[in-house]
């Protein structure tokens, strides 16, 4: 941070310099990552799910003995649950990630509708916004990240705010 604060200073006539991270959150790690905020000065937080009850995605391992529904509900449910505990975020980042592992890539609002809808309300009535993540491209995946369908939903419940982003790192 003091070298970025350098920066900002040397650049100030020519760049505007933010600071932001990614917070891979789960609700059994909201109360490190208030702490974490409230620690540096930042501008901008992607609020994003990877795993539930530390059991990645990428792995299979919180995929291990569910069904595709059944995983993908829990998913969205934990996103849910944090974004209800925490409210120090900026968007909500590749909202429906758990479609990269999934077996059948299909639209999450076709089973979770009702859950994806509640996420999105809670988020537009706390005046965060959404994420479209291009991964997509990299992943092959047939849609958007979230899907078009959850990029529609969103803009009929009047949300306003949507960033871009690739999750190059």
Request: hydrophobic share 35%; net charge negative; aromatic share 14%.
């Amino acid at each position: 941070f003091p070298t970025l604060d350098a920066l900002k200073e040397k650049y100030k006539e020519r760049l505007t310099i933010k600071t932001g991270l990614e917070f891979g959150m789960q609700t059994i790690t909201v109360e490190p990552f208030q702490k974490l905020f409230n620690k540096y000065p930042l501008d901008f937080v992607i609020l994003s799910c990877h795993q539930v009850n530390n059991l990645e995605f990428w792995t299979g391992a919180f995929q291990k003995g569910r069904t595709q529904d059944e995983y993908q509900h829990l998913y969205y449910e934990e996103i849910y649950k944090v974004i209800q505990m925490y409210k120090d975020y900026s968007v909500l980042g590749h909202l429906d990630l758990i479609q990269r592992y999934s077996d059948t890539i299909e639209s999450p609002l076709e089973k979770h509708f009702d859950i994806i809808e509640a996420i999105l309300k809670q988020a537009i009535y706390d005046g965060k916004g959404i994420e479209i993540n291009t991964s997509n491209v990299r992943y092959k995946l047939k849609d958007l990240t979230p899907a078009y369908d959850i990029l529609k939903l969103y803009y009929e419940l009047c949300g306003e705010i949507i960033t871009v982003g690739s999750d190059a790192h």
